[in-house]
């Protein structure tokens, strides 16, 4: 979708507004070689129960962790990219776990169950322009016996992701029957939509030579 952008894109100043791993992956990836990684230190403190959607809540979480790099930086860069992930079962927002025991909570309420994974994803452009999506699939989780899944939590893989599991994981993976939509969204960084985003928005990014006049 961008590859042929890539060269351009890196010479421009990118910044990350998050620490995620597989946010890093993604974007290296692709091809991105100058992307700077300044994570946000925005509190992710919102009361669900202001949010009549799900949706609601990880858009304003990904737009405020975005503008809390993007007000910290003098230097304004070329494109910040900030995200945010949520799991939703139900009605009920899940993130990262807050305990072990949580997340055998968590894992225990996913199990035998199909499930949604929203990442909102917000760019700041260097002149302040704010453009930002929304990407959503839905992960079908197969009946998992308690003793999986206290064993999987002893490993200690679920504590820094959303919903309790990596898909990218082998043993994250293993309790999947299936998913209906991006996988790259379910990692925490949909690369298809934000290539589409990037597609549209190049020309405010990557600015044209002007064409000198013959004399």
Not at 73 to 97: C, F, H, N, S, Y
């Amino acid at each position: 979708m961008i590859l042929h952008l890539i060269d351009k894109l890196n010479k421009l100043r990118i910044v990350l507004a998050s620490g995620s791993p597989r946010r890093i992956y993604a974007l290296k990836g692709l091809g991105f070689t100058n992307v700077e990684v300044i994570p946000s230190k925005f509190a992710e403190n919102f009361n669900k129960a202001d949010f009549p959607h799900a949706s609601g809540y990880v858009e304003a979480t990904a737009r405020e962790k975005t503008k809390d790099v993007w007000e910290s930086l003098a230097e304004k860069p070329d494109l910040i990219i900030g995200a945010d992930t949520i799991v939703v079962l139900g009605e009920r927002i899940i993130e990262k776990p807050s305990s072990p025991e949580d997340a055998v909570n968590i894992l225990s309420m996913l199990s035998g169950n199909t499930h949604k994974v929203l990442t909102s994803v917000c760019l700041i452009l260097k002149s302040g322009e704010t453009q930002s999506f929304l990407s959503s699939s839905d992960v079908t989780f197969a009946k998992i016996p308690i003793e999986c899944i206290k064993a999987y939590v002893d490993s200690g893989e679920p504590m820094d992701k959303a919903g309790g599991y990596g898909i990218q994981e082998a043993r994250g993976s293993s309790f999947i029957s299936g998913i209906n939509g991006c996988y790259w969204n379910v990692t925490g960084f949909p690369v298809h939509d934000f290539c589409v985003k990037i597609l549209e928005i190049n020309h405010k990014l990557i600015k044209k030579k002007k064409k000198k006049k013959k004399k």
